[in-house]
């Protein structure tokens, strides 16, 4: 198999997530906020940490560990001390190994059924996967902290997220390839994403866990085109039409129009 998916801990967007994801929470309930980090300890770091939380994707450009310390005492030379004191200190040490740990999780679960997943991933969709020479590299942020966004030119994925179903966290790794492999292969952003939906959130969890679809599992800014293609994605599903993938099937659904 040549598709590879390298899962990673990157300590330095963690932290950035970390705070972006805790300033959030600190908005509605400071409470919680001094639980989590014992601000107090840090005082300035809620002003200081503005600029490394809007500009946290940097960091998944760099990647061996002496670059990303470079880039980051050079971004944050005048409040290095007080990051690296928080990078040291023994409440952050101890989600990063739980980070770590989780990335293990995903790691397991991810080659545990990657045969099976891929296999029915290439049926659904007609694309070649398995055999592709492609190295995706997974950047694990843990629960309560969410991923889910890729950035499919640099072949990167953020992920991170509570198992709400079974299999949740594989089928949208797999959602999140798909958005790599289609890169720049559409025409209609909104159209190839529903269709992304219907063969990962919907067709694939099915195929994986059983149940069945409507109702539609995914955004809720596509579920009206989700209705619209519907019934030609079960004729596509059932090899009625002569098309070979999503990709010839969303050239299909323009051509007649049916959204
Ligand atoms: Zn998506």
Redesign the pocket.
Known sequence: MKLRLNFKVNPYYLLASYFDYYENIFWWDPEKYDDFLKVKRFPKFLYQSFWLRENKRIFLKVNNKRSLKQLFNLLYKNSRELFNKILESKEFKKFLKETEDYSQWLENEWNLKKDIVLKNLEDITGLKIIDKNLNVDVFVVKPPLKGGF?IPHKKIIVWGHSEDWSNYSIVYLC??LL?ILTYKKYKHPNLM?AL??LATDNELRIRLNGGKYPPFVGHSYLENIKKKIYPIWKQYLNKKLKVKDIIELEELILRKKII
């Open positions: 890729v959602h999140e958005h994403h992304i939906e």
